[in-house]
């Protein structure tokens, strides 16, 4: 492919990551009412969402209610299938461990995220998984999505929480 | 406590974990007709069992279905609680990563494994996730109750996939 196309695609993925990035914030103060406003959609190889989900360990009393493994359901249900090779995933923090092995163990195309979670995150916060030698599918991941905002609203959320407590 | 005691209820706890484990394995055969044999129990303070999870996979079609997941989910219903600091998770195979990182998640007391998975267990085999910096959760593992016959079950179970393709 010629130098400048690819370029010039790149650039345009870019900006439909930007997009829905803006989204998931835009979405995240009513997110945030109930549970840390992380949100994850899944889009298929046409860049139709097919999945989405918001954080519910909480509400839901679920374990496995982060946003990335309801969007992977969900997503799994409308394809009738649990292979995401040709599939990318994006979400405003770093996946966790758990979510990170998940969306190994679903073989998911591309992962964009937007902030570092050096506390949890499974794709270079704490470890990335996804280089690790039980990860048999490799994966493209892009990192820094709309980082600094993605950051603020999650550090406001926090704040939020202390002064409530 | 007596050292003498605290040998004594070990050791009863180790013999119920084996009992548990025979049960397990003697489901293998029909678990095994549709995926690969891997059943979880989970067990609460008292010793019973409020989840239980086998493979589905393929047949659910379903990233997310892993025994230790779908025990964790059902267990996590009946408690309605996320967190299950006082329970016992029993699975034949070392967890992958996937579900070590989910129930460290899910904050599960003790995890009590059969054989180990050295391409992509998750307590060990590759990574013990439980000691990882990741996890804000510490758990107490016992690793390689009837690890022989676990381990033999598994492999036949391969043995007869391969000859089938």
């Not at 509400?59 to 990335?68: C, I, M, V």
């Not at 926090?158 to 407590?165: A, D, G, P, V």
């Amino acid at each position: 492919m010629n130098h400048n196309i690819e370029t010039q695609n790149k650039k345009k993925a870019d900006l439909n990551y930007i997009k829905w990035m803006k989204s998931i914030l835009r979405r995240s103060e009513e997110v945030g009412k109930l549970e840390l406003p992380i949100t994850a959609i899944i889009l298929d190889k046409k860049g139709r969402c097919i999945g989405r989900g918001s954080n519910k360990r909480e509400t839901k009393n679920d374990p496995l209610g982060h946003a990335e493994l309801i969007a992977l359901r969900q997503a799994a249900w409308l394809k009738n299938d649990w292979r995401f090779n040709e599939c990318s995933i994006i979400v405003n923090l770093e996946p966790c461990t758990m979510c990170a092995a998940a969306l190994i163990q679903a073989r998911m195309g591309q992962v964009i995220y937007g902030a570092d979670d050096n506390k949890r995150g499974g794709f270079g916060g704490t470890i990335d998984l996804s280089k690790h030698k039980s990860a048999h599918h490799k994966m493209n991941v892009i990192r820094g999505i709309l980082d600094d905002e993605c950051e603020k609203k999650i550090k406001i959320w926090f704040k939020k929480l202390r002064n409530q407590k």
